[in-house]
């Protein structure tokens, strides 16, 4: 069957590209320039399965603070809010503001719109700041800016994944906090990096779309007692 997508509108991604939003029956899918699609509010499982593994341990924790790389179309932001206590506070960062306008005012049901959550703010730009900006104030960390460490949508994003992204992330949560980054696609090496960065990791393969679909991964990893990360000078090279 042929798909019938309508264009609805497009945005510059920082440092290059776009993104477009789409129409597809009732459905909204997001593509990106140059590529398939990106995103689609058919499949969600493994976003949603994001959030429920990144806040299992600390969703009990009285004023948890979480931070949420990646709006999309609001899943794992949803996802999050439905685990997390009242007196909870989500910042989600996106870095392309119209995709923070797309859940206002086009896409925000599919979610349930999440945004209007009063627990709920919004940081336009990278997730990397507010984890430079508030270090040891993370319970959780829950990544999902590209297609994971091997499937980058913005090359800029790859400083995310490495030995120093890594250790930022390490230093912004609090003790026993919890980084989950979602994947779309298997990296060993990306496991032994959250594990020389301090970190107890878990990879879980999840699916895209109630219990079906295409396997997807979450890293959980669990901030070690004691545990420094110590960034490396090596760089790491890119993968397209």
Known sequence: MTRRLLLLDSAPVPGGGELRLFVDGADHVIKVS???????????GSEEALA???????????????????LGFGFTLAAALARLRADARVVVAELVPAVVAWNRDLVGAHAGHPLRDARVGVHEGDVAEPMRREAGAWD????????????LVREANDGLYSRAGLAVAHAALCPRGVLAVW???????FGARLREGGFEVEEIIVRAHAGRGARH?????????????RPSSRPRSHRH
């Open 52 to 70: 429920e593994l990144g806040c299992a341990a600390i969703a009990a924790r009285a004023g948890a603070r979480v931070l949420v790389g990646g």
């Open 217 to 229: 991964r979450v890293w959980r990893a669990t901030k070690r007692a004691g545990a420094a990360s």
């Open 183 to 189: 994947s779309a696609h298997a990296d060993a090496a």
């Open 34 to 44: 140059g590529g398939g699609d990106l995103m689609s509010t058919r499949m969600h």
């Open 140 to 151: 959780a960390i829950l990544l999902d800016v590209d297609n994971g460490p091997q499937g």
